[in-house]
């Protein structure tokens, strides 16, 4: 007897030979978990939720091919792990890493024609629509996760390294400022000193230069005025040198003359 289908709220119905097959007409939900292999060649443990229904139109297609619903669920299940294979081998092992979300999306697109075909009838899919797929897990080789551990920590190492390095830079730089600076109030200290010995002397020169300057002149009027020689001016100078000396003894022997009187 040639089939036929009918629906209810629940379930489309086929019957052959006057047995019903019943498929379900809500989303089925289907788990799957194994392991593929990546564009480079490594294994990937993955673990996956995918949502699947048979249309009404492809419901007697699917019985003629896959005969109930048992031998069908378990046909979509395994065009789901091959449109997992397929999608790994797309991807190399660091894209699981940090590529997550996109390789779920390439999942998800090539999990489509491999349900539902290249068009509308389903002769190219296992006669189920995909509704949607999750990719819950994936779980990378120990290998591979000890080799990125290492790596972070080589990574967190290095950026310690560099931080310390940048704090002792910056301290070295300070003690630079810092000793540029205390070298710059010496130099500045020293200047200032210097300057103010060198006024002093300066001053003290002009003083003592004035002195004599002062006395020459004094010296030149006494012997204009006076009319002395040369000697009688010595004898000037010595009589007011010995004036000005308080309580002088001196001790000579004989012949000695202290007086310059014969000379003024």
Same mark, same amino acid.
């Given at each position: ?52 229904? +048979? ?7 699917? /019985? ?11 046909? /979509? ?6 449109? /997992? ?5 797309? *991807?190399? +092992?660091?894209?699981?890493? =940090?590529?997550?979300?996109? +390789? ?22 296992? *006669? ?34 560099? =931080? ?62 006076? =009319? ?16 000005? /000396? ?19």
């Amino acid at each position: 007897m040639p089939l036929s289908s009918s629906a209810n709220s629940a379930h489309f119905s086929a019957f052959r030979s006057f047995e019903f097959i019943k498929f379900p007409s809500t989303f089925i939900t289907q788990d799957i978990h194994d392991a593929c292999l990546s564009r480079d060649g490594i294994r990937v443990g993955f673990a996956a939720t995918f949502q699947y229904q +048979i249309p009404e139109k492809w419901l007697i297609p699917a /019985v003629l091919k896959y005969r109930d619903f048992g031998k069908w669920a378990d046909v /979509v299940e395994s065009a789901a792990m091959s449109a /997992v294979q397929h999608s790994c081998a797309e *991807y190399n +092992i660091s894209d699981f890493q =940090n590529q997550r979300g996109i +390789i779920q999306q390439t999942v998800e697109k090539n999990l489509g024609p491999k349900l539902e075909g290249e068009d509308e009838t389903g002769d190219g899919g296992v *006669y189920a629509k995909a509704i949607s797929l999750q990719l819950s897990n994936v779980d990378l080789p120990r290998r591979y996760r000890d080799a990125i551990a290492e790596r972070q920590s080589a990574n967190e190492d290095i950026a310690l390294a560099v =931080n310390e390095r940048s704090q002792e830079v910056t301290k070295a730089g300070t003690e630079l400022l810092k000793s540029k600076a205390e070298a710059q109030k010496v130099r500045d200290t020293a200047i200032n000193d210097a300057n103010v010995t060198l006024t002093e002397a300066n001053l003290k020169a002009e003083e003592i230069l004035f002195a004599f300057e002062r006395e020459a002149e004094t010296l030149v009027r006494v012997k204009t005025n006076l =009319n002395l020689t040369v000697e009688g001016v010595l004898g000037f100078l010595a009589n007011n040198m010995l004036a000005t /000396v308080a309580n002088l003894k001196v001790s000579a022997n004989e012949p000695a003359s202290f007086s310059q009187k014969t000379e003024l």
